[in-house]
């Protein structure tokens, strides 16, 4: 059986851990994970998205209005990689 760990397990185990070895504030060390507020969920992108979201920067590029950087071309890459691997999925799900 496969069981994802949560952060609520992942901290008593290091808090027993840390109080095994002698350490009696453990939250010097550690914190309690159900003391943060809930992380916000990021907004799901589509491929379509990612897709045109990477055209417009190739357009501006090609037209002059972005310098063209290493990084800049880099992250371009990398949304288009992410529009196609959306793209796959997709497919295989129907």
Not at 6 to 30: P, V
Not at 51 to 70: I, K
């Amino acid at each position: 059986m496969n069981k994802e760990t949560t952060k609520a397990e992942i901290y008593a185990t290091l808090t027993k851990m840390a109080e095994a070895s002698g350490l009696k504030n453990t939250s010097m060390f550690f914190i309690d994970p159900s003391t943060l507020p809930e992380a916000a969920k990021p907004e799901a992108v589509t491929e379509a998205e990612l897709f045109n979201e990477a055209l417009s920067s190739l357009r501006a590029m090609v037209s002059g209005e972005v310098r063209t950087d290493p990084v800049r071309l880099e992250a371009i890459r990398y949304q288009l990689e992410n529009a196609d691997y959306l793209s796959e999925n997709a497919k295989r799900a129907d």
